[in-house]
Antibody, heavy 115, light 112 residues
Framework: EVQLVESGGGLVQPGRSLKLSCAAS????????MAWVRQAPTKGLEWVASITNSGGSTYYRDSVKGRFTISRDNAKSTLYLQMDSLRSEDTATYYCTRQGSSDYWGQGVMVTVSS | DVVMTQTPVSLSVSLGGQVSISCRSSQSLVHNNGNTYLSWYLQKPGQSPQLLIY???NRFSGISDRFSGSGSGTDFTLKISRVEPDDLGVYYCGQGTQYPLTFGSGTKLEIK
């Protein structure tokens, strides 16, 4: 059974950093592109970043470029999202998804950026 | 960026009825490899999104045949037949053809 379990969320002040993790199981992690998608409270889905299966290439939405870094450890089957210089508009539930139609999603982790 | 326009914003249907949701993209979703990466998702209240349909018309594992997807190029439709109580939630279309990946704004399905 495919499982994606996010962790690392919480309340953080503007300008500070937070690192999210997504532990994957039930499939060969190193074979898949992975992505982070977020959802602000009462809003729709918004893609944040993607990474190729090897980790050799990464892609970001413009609003997080230079502030967020997606990475992965294939030996640990874990996806990461390092979020720096956080802003109030980054407040959202962050989902880890297996790319390739985003066929599996984690339960999500809440990130609240507020003073 | 590819803009995904979903209509209607909300709809109400009786149990056993049928509904259609439209999704239009601002650019063709046909990838260089010939595939069209248009997916449909359902987000039930308090849950993560779940994949229903991928590559326009392919039902994901375990998805009822009451859900069907169709379309091509820039114009796509999700049809739900014999609506059941468990179908309520917000439906999103999403494109995976080009970065940035984008989603429609959602269609909220309510049961009368």
């Amino acid at each position: 059974e495919v499982q994606l379990v996010e962790s690392g969320g919480g309340l953080v002040q503007p300008g500070r950093s937070l690192k999210l993790s997504c532990a994957a199981s039930g499939f060969t992690f190193s074979n898949y592109y992975m992505a982070w998608v977020r959802q602000a409270p009462t809003k729709g889905l918004e893609w944040v970043a993607s990474i190729t299966n090897s980790g050799g290439s990464t892609y970001y939405r413009d609003s997080v470029k230079g502030r967020f870094t997606i990475s992965r450890d294939n030996a640990k089957s874990t996806l990461y999202l390092q979020m720096d210089s956080l802003r109030s508009e980054d407040t959202a539930t962050y989902y880890c998804t297996r790319q390739g139609s985003s066929d599996y999603w984690g339960q999500g982790v809440m990130v609240t950026v507020s003073s | 960026d590819v803009v995904m326009t979903q209509t209607p914003v909300s709809l109400s249907v009786s149990l056993g009825g049928q509904v259609s949701i439209s999704c239009r993209s601002s650019q063709s979703l046909v990838h260089n490899n010939g595939n069209t990466y248009l997916s449909w998702y359902l987000q039930k209240p308090g849950q993560s999104p779940q994949l229903l349909i991928y590559k326009v018309s392919n039902r994901f594992s375990g998805i009822s045949d009451r859900f069907s997807g169709s379309g091509s190029g820039t114009d796509f439709t999700l049809k739900i037949s014999r609506v059941e109580p468990d179908d309520l939630g917000v439906y999103y279309c999403g494109q995976g053809t080009q970065y940035p990946l984008t989603f429609g704004s959602g269609t909220k399905l309510e049961i009368k």
